[in-house]
């Protein structure tokens, strides 16, 4: 089974920028569909963006899009999750999930599953 490792959480201003990054513990996911989840303190977990195992499409949520950018590195086996103007309400634990059907499928948020410990991501005003 894939196990992800996030990085890169830490306490921001608003307005500034973070990037996340979510390794592989071993198993190659350049083949899979890939995404990010996040849970804030007293809410429940909610779908943030996701990327086809190519790379080619990408799909975020209203509320970060023209914020966040989503990326990948299949050559490194990674994901990146590039948070730009930085709001309050985008403080939460931030997850990476893989597709549990496994390679080659298209994007399906429903098909995401999270396989990491998160990353905290605090923004204050």
């Known amino acids: 089974q894939v196990q992800l490792i996030e990085s890169g959480g830490g306490s921001v201003q608003a307005g500034d920028s973070l990037r996340l990054s979510c390794a592989s513990s071993?198993?190659?996911?350049?083949?899979?569909?890939m995404g990010w989840f996040r849970q804030a303190p007293g809410k429940e977990r909610e779908f943030v963006a996701a990327?086809?195992?190519?790379?080619?499409?990408?799909y975020y949520a209203d509320s970060v899009k023209g914020r966040f950018t989503i990326s990948r590195d299949n050559a490194k086996n990674m994901m990146y999750l590039q948070m730009d103007d930085l709001k309050p309400e985008d403080t939460a634990v931030y997850y990476c999930?893989?597709?549990?059907?496994?390679?080659?499928?298209?994007?399906?948020?429903?098909?995401?599953?999270?396989r990491g410990q998160g990353t905290l991501v605090t923004v204050s005003s």
């Open positions: 071993g198993r190659t996911v350049s083949t899979y569909a």
């Open positions: 999930a893989v597709d549990k059907r496994g390679s080659y499928y298209p994007v399906s948020e429903r098909m995401l599953e999270v």
């Open positions: 990327i086809s195992w190519t790379g080619s499409s990408e």
